[in-house]
Nanobody, 115 residues
Framework: VQFVESGGGLVQPGGSLNLSCAAS????????MSWYRQGPGKDRKLVAT????????TYADSVKGRFTISRDNVKRTVHLQMNSLKPEDTAMYFC?????????WGQGTRVTVSE
């Protein structure tokens, strides 16, 4: 299983970024997919999750109304559209999935929100 995240970078407060995660090596269409983030000196926290069909989505309270998770089962990708970014959104963002026996993580993509 491999996840490759991209799309991070430096953005000013109020700006937008669209993160992407390309998945390979497993039956992508059968798995819920999530984005997590880990800020400097903080624990890794769940940001958003999408079901296998891309219909049912859940979000952390801190990002509701600003972030949107989506997936493309043909391209085997999952995206996180982030709008109205705040300095507190600064973190490493990780693609994640899990099954009965394993948890799968990408290497992360860094997002920095600063003037």
């Amino acid at each position: 299983v491999q996840f490759v995240e991209s799309g991070g970078g430096l953005v000013q407060p109020g700006g937008s970024l669209n993160l992407s995660c390309a998945a390979s090596g497993f039956a992508f269409n059968n798995y819920y997919m999530s984005w997590y983030r880990q800020g400097p000196g903080k624990d890794r926290k769940l940001v958003a999750t999408v079901d296998v069909h891309g219909i049912f989505k859940t979000y952390a309270d801190s990002v509701k109304g600003r972030f949107t998770i989506s997936r493309d089962n043909v391209k085997r990708t999952v995206h996180l559209q982030m709008n109205s970014l705040k300095p507190e959104d600064t973190a490493m963002y990780f693609c994640h999935s899990t099954d009965t026996y394993n948890k799968y993580w990408g290497q992360g993509t860094r997002v920095t929100v600063s003037e």
